[in-house]
């Protein structure tokens, strides 16, 4: 990319602005015979590795076979996915020096064949685990190595962004290290021990009442009030879960329409300190369609899911120093609660329950290792639990993904009658490889794996229908979305002085903002006139964007080019220069931006946190 300088230049003769959609003629509609196939595929993302742990490639179509319910299909598209098969940008691959408050959308590594995102779930996960997994995401991000293209989202009772895809370690650092981002969040519908204690020791208390009677307390407890009490504990804890697993579906079906708006692999590296068992464990579901909903979503979305235990190995919380012991426990029996085959009525059967406390705990650890690996099956991950490297899990992730195939088929069976249709992926010759894939999905039309296009599709067959009311930039426009450097540039972002009679156009205090282009002239096209002027038109676009992905401003125009050639020699030095501004209310935001050439139909687009800006006052 040319090192151009960037500054301000009022250049009125060489291209004039105009609104979005103002400039264009309507098209003439004329009625058409349309033949419409409806062809449905299968999309199945496969990570073969061998007995060490090692990726497998070089293999062919041939050597695999797809089942599906155990019915042999006819592989229609395969493609092998490796980092040894990237091509390379020459040798130098490190970024660019930037000077401050400068930006672009070149990078010097090229597109990997997947790319990750990282989810930090503070809804399921207790405060005091919270710290530790931002402590060691930022550990990890601190080590990345450029390539590695990586997104980073927070779930709580919302999805939340943190920094879109990008393969600039220091850029998804600093988005990491934002004040506002290292702050643990309470996880207000998953009960902590202290809360279920405190229940236990109010239940003890009324029990203990009800016991002694009248004689020795000044008032009791009836045993009505008691089964009462406990029933409204068990009521609020399940409506409380409920709420929690309803909530986490919902994250994730955001997240992945998001996803599903771009092509690919996605591996979602999911860090929890509490996978809902009752959504995707052995249990009674109480959301089965919405389940099923979810996983068809992520399948469709070429998401596979990487669930990470992040409290890592550790002991019973009864062995904790937080435990106490009743006092009223003076011999082991009492301690350990009644023997097997024992009632608890029994003489001297003992009242402590720790045996029984211990035993639950272990079952819930159990159940929520077996409810990663479902979910990671589903969707052709991995689970990792019982492991305190969380910094060396991500990078595991990125390794054990970054080599795959990927087999497209029409299944035989063509009813969409809701069932779950179970997927095989064999190796033939008996070779002893592991194989990671999506084990199935729903058959539903409306979120049929393969079967959903992706926003550029939509956005270019919709382009075609109505080429005078369609926003060529509006598919790449998307938030968070991985940048396009077919058309380099830069931008040069600054904070201005308000303008004393500035009207706002934002309810609340804002800060004004100035953003400088320097497009790379060999990305555009632009025609040569008789006069020796070169003339184009670009469509411009700045999307605000707030942490939850909503649009808070944007700004378009269509910018009509008519270079002279004086200009076109400037031009070739510091690339093409426009200027921008726009009111920024006072909060996390990120400034999206992009081009469109209508001569070459080329995009650039690019995505930068506002808080990376230095607070510097442009000249203005």
Avoid: C
Wanted: hydrophobic share 35%; no cysteine.
């Amino acid at each position: 990319m040319k090192h151009f300088h960037l500054g301000i230049a009022v250049l009125a003769a060489a291209f004039a602005t105009s609104s979005m959609g103002q400039s264009t003629d309507a098209a003439s509609a004329t009625p058409q015979s349309t033949l419409k196939v409806n062809s449905r595929a299968v999309l199945v993302d496969v990570v073969v590795t061998d007995s060490k742990g090692n990726p497998v490639k070089g293999l062919k179509q041939d050597d695999f076979k797809v089942l599906e319910q155990g019915k042999p299909q006819s592989i229609g598209y395969f493609e092998e996915h490796s980092t040894d098969l990237l091509p390379r940008r020459g040798e130098d691959r490190a970024f660019p020096q930037l000077p401050p408050n400068v930006f672009t959308n070149f990078s010097p590594l090229p597109t990997p064949p997947a790319v990750n995102i990282l989810l930090l779930d503070a809804l399921n996960t207790p405060m005091n685990d919270q710290m530790y997994l931002k402590k060691a995401a930022q550990h990890y991000l601190k080590t990345l190595k450029p390539g590695t293209r990586l997104a980073i989202f927070t779930m709580s009772m919302r999805l939340s962004f943190i920094q879109g895809f990008s393969d600039d370690p220091a850029v998804l650092a600093t988005a990491m290290g934002y004040r506002k981002n290292d702050k643990s969040e309470p996880a207000i519908l998953l009960q902590s021990k202290g809360e279920s204690d405190a229940q236990n020791s109010v239940v003890e208390l009324m029990v203990a009442m009800e016991q002694a009677g009248a004689s020795s307390i000044a008032f009791t407890v009836p045993p009505q009030t008691i089964e009462a009490f406990q029933q409204f504990m068990q009521e609020t804890r399940y409506a409380q879960d409920s709420d929690r697993e309803y909530r986490t579906l919902q994250n994730l079906n955001q997240l992945a329409a998001f996803l599903g708006s771009f092509p690919g692999r996605k591996n979602v590296i999911w860090m929890s300190g509490a996978f809902p068992v009752e959504l995707f464990g052995q249990t009674s579901m109480r959301f089965d369609d919405s389940i099923n909903q979810t996983v068809n979503l992520l399948s469709a979305a070429r998401v596979a899911i990487y669930p990470v235990d992040v409290r890592g190995t550790n002991v019973s919380t009864y062995y904790t120093a937080e435990n106490s012991l009743d006092p009223t426990i003076t011999s082991a029996p009492q301690l350990l609660g009644p023997p097997p085959g024992v009632t608890a009525d029994a003489p001297n059967a003992g009242q402590g329950g720790f045996a029984g406390g211990l035993q639950d705990e272990s079952k819930a650890k159990n159940s929520s290792d077996s409810t990663m690996d479902m979910l990671a099956s589903l969707t052709g991950g991995k689970a990792f639990y019982n492991q305190n490297d969380i910094s060396g899990i991500i990078g595991k992730v990125s390794d054990h993904s970054s080599d795959f195939y990927t087999i497209s088929y029409s299944p035989t069976n063509t009813k969409m009658d809701g069932g779950f249709r179970k997927i095989e992926v064999k190796i033939g010759d008996g070779e002893h490889y592991t194989l990671s894939y999506r084990r199935g999905y729903f058959a539903r039309d409306q979120d049929l794996p393969g079967a959903a296009q992706t926003r550029q599709d939509q956005a270019a067959q919709h382009a075609s229908q109505n080429p005078a009311r369609v926003d060529p930039l509006e598919p790449f426009m998307v938030f968070g979305m991985p940048q396009s450097e077919q058309i380099l540039y830069k931008t040069l972002i600054q904070q201005m002085r308000q303008r004393a009679d500035a009207k706002p156009s934002l309810k609340g205090p804002t800060d004004r903002y100035s953003v400088d282009f320097a497009l790379d002239l060999d990305d555009l096209y632009l025609k040569l006139d008789p006069d020796g002027s070169r003339k184009g038109k670009l469509n411009l676009s700045m999307i605000l964007y707030d942490k939850y992905g909503q649009v808070t401003s944007r700004e378009d125009h269509l910018v009509n080019l008519s270079i002279k050639p004086d200009v076109y020699a400037f031009f070739q030095k510091t690339g093409v220069q426009m200027h921008g501004e726009l009111q920024v209310p006072k909060g996390q935001y990120w400034l999206r931006t992009g081009v469109y050439d209508e001569g070459s139909r080329k995009v650039g687009t690019m995505e930068v946190p506002l808080s990376s800006v230095k607070e510097s006052i442009a000249s203005k």
